[in-house]
Nanobody, 124 residues
Framework: QVQLVESGGGLVQPGGSLRLSCAAS????????MGWFRQAPGKEREFVAA????????YYADSVKGRFTISRDNAKNMGYLQMNSLKPEDTAVYYC?????????????????WGQGTQVTVSS
């Protein structure tokens, strides 16, 4: 089992920045990829970004490409999502997730472990 805990959410004005963190514990060596997903009220959970653990290859949704940056620190078992130039449509609960293997990395249904989520609200 892998336990994930997100932090860093909050209220920010449009154009602002936030950095989300994801702390992993447990059998972290079994995870091959880490992803960030988000879910706004009344909407489906959607892929935001992902990173492979060993090669650090990154993947982004088109809606966040160029604004968000995913990273990880394997020594600390931490993952991060740096979010810049935030827009009101980025408002959602953001979830950290981990999976075994790297296939279907943008498919939330293929992830094995999930955090509890952290709220991000972009509003003036």
């Amino acid at each position: 089992q892998v336990q994930l805990v997100e932090s860093g959410g909050g209220l920010v004005q449009p154009g602002g920045s936030l950095r989300l963190s994801c702390a992993a514990s447990g059998r972290t060596f079994s995870s091959n990829a880490m992803g960030w997903f988000r879910q706004a009220p009344g909407k489906e959970r959607e892929f935001v970004a992902a990173i492979t653990v060993t090669t650090a290859r990154t993947y982004y949704a088109d809606s966040v490409k160029g604004r968000f940056t995913i990273s990880r620190d394997n020594a600390k078992n931490m993952g991060y999502l740096q979010m810049n130039s935030l827009k009101p449509e980025d408002t959602a609960v953001y979830y950290c997730a981990a999976k075994n293997g790297v296939a279907y990395i943008s498919d939330h249904g293929k992830y094995d472990y999930w955090g509890q989520g952290t709220q991000v609200t972009v509003s003036s």
